[in-house]
């Protein structure tokens, strides 16, 4: 049925382009390609239509046009918030043991400099409390970073709560959350949430790869990551990606209509009950975006499986694209799911395109790969 085309379950990884934002590209690199920072009527015109996108991205957070910066993608937001949001103040810097790469990494290198750097541990459902928080903050804590949600498992951290609990423990802190996963799937008004920065990224909702942007909390004081010619009123040089930009804009309030009317937590919730037996767990919370459904199947291997899916045409992924070549896998890890259990790890994740006919045909296809597997193992 789906010979063609692959069911493609790894929306987590990246989306499909929508078409708004492949015309914008072919828009502001064709007919309008100026520089958006010459002096030209045609420039004026293209940095309105910025300011237009600006808006919608503000819009989509709450929060205004002066504290959206445009970086080339999350993994980029992410490391300046790290660097810049620390810069030139003293304390120390807390973060969750289940983010992301790119803010692991972040937070590696200010260790390696010699920061005092702390990990909160998750509960074993992934999610961080304001307990443990709470226990490795004291009031010397600079800079705190929570992922609102999973990239791994979906788990949805209640960053309100958290926020306000660092917050209480060290005013002066600046806390960061990475919104990537959660942006245009679940509440992310960051006026509500409380937080000084918070990263997006364009290609998980339909936009291009190559583009994301991070809030910057009105008042403050964040040095430029990158320095240059004074674009985006010197917060962020180099010539903008326009059509970037701007297709990004146009494929979040895509993204954002379908997701309205698309019910992520119900396919979830499909497959998590067709594949799971009591040598299969689940992992993460039932706070869920619903968008990401991580299983682990006891004894096998997580490679093998999506490989077997991949040979009937559906595509899975194993964890964060980004760190799929690292072997073990650092969030499941500190979520003491047991090895033999996070080595069979396969991560399924939907998007509001993906219909109940390509998750039956996939929940089938996965079903007999197991099936298959733990028939060869137990001979
Ligand atoms: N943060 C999270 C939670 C992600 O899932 C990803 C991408 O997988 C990133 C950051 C990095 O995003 P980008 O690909 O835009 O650098």
Partial sequence: MFAEKPVYLDNAATTKADVSALESIVKYGGELYYNPSA????SLEIKKDIEEATDTIAGLLGASREEIIFT???????????ECGIRNKKGNVVLSAVEHASVYESAMRLKSRGMDVRFVKPLSDGRISSEALQCVMDENTAFVSIIHCSNETGTVNDIQSLCAVAKE????????????????????????????LYSISA???????????????????????????????????GTENVGGIIGFAKAALAYKDSAAAFDASKLRQYMAA???DDRVKINGSEYNSGYILSLSFEGLRGEVIAHMAEEKGV????GSACSTHVKSNRVLEAMRVPRRYAEGSIRISFSPHTTTEEVEYATEVIAEAVEKLRKVING
């Fill in 274 to 276: 067709r594949l799971t």
């Fill in 72 to 82: 080339s993608c999350a993994t980029e937001s992410n490391n300046e918030a790290f």
């Fill in 203 to 237: 290609h998980k909702v339909g936009g291009l790869k190559g583009v994301g942007a991070l809030y910057v909390k009105k008042g403050l004081n964040m040095p430029p990551f990158i320095v240059g010619g004074g674009q985006q009123n010197g917060r962020r040089s």
């Fill in 39 to 42: 002096g030209y009527v045609k």
């Fill in 315 to 318: 595509l899975v992924g194993l």
């Fill in 169 to 196: 423990r060290s005013p002066r802190c600046v806390f960061h959350s990475d919104g990537v996963q959660a942006f245009c799937k679940i509440p992310t008004d960051v006026k509500k949430l409380g937080v000084d």
